[in-house]
Nanobody, 120 residues
Framework: VQLQASGGGLVQPGGSLRLSCAAS??????MAWFRQAPGKEREFVSA?????YYSDRVKGRFTISKDNAKNTMYLQMNSLKLEDSGVYYC???????????????????WGQGTQVTVSS
């Protein structure tokens, strides 16, 4: 099983990026994005599990989606802010209940991360 994250890069404040996470080896009911800024703990960003979940910090600016045919998850990030910078990780798992969908310990599989830098 492998999760391959891609799409990160350097963007100016207010700009947009689209992250992708391609899963191989099996399908997952729940897939999510977490991020980690330098010197900070990894935090939940968004998850897809028939329903979309977002952190308050990105709600209204980010949109998560999943293409089951391609076994790939996406994160469309608009109106990016300086504080959105960090390494974005995709995660996946099965049997994750609603109350734990925002917890990184609920996920069994992780991608390698893709760097997002928002800077003027």
């Amino acid at each position: 099983v492998q999760l391959q994250a891609s799409g990160g890069g350097l963007v100016q404040p207010g700009g947009s990026l689209r992250l992708s996470c391609a899963a191989s080896g099996r399908t997952f009911r729940t897939m999510a994005w977490f991020r980690q800024a330098p010197g900070k703990e990894r935090e939940f960003v968004s998850a897809f599990r028939s329903y979309e979940y977002y952190s308050d910090r990105v709600k209204g600016r980010f949109t998560i989606s999943k293409d089951n045919a391609k076994n790939t998850m996406y994160l469309q990030m608009n109106s990016l802010k300086l504080e959105d910078s960090g390494v974005y990780y995709c995660a996946a798992g099965n049997g994750i209940i609603t109350s734990t969908v925002r917890s990184e310990t609920a996920y069994d599989y992780w991608g390698q991360g893709t760097q997002v830098t928002v800077s003027s």
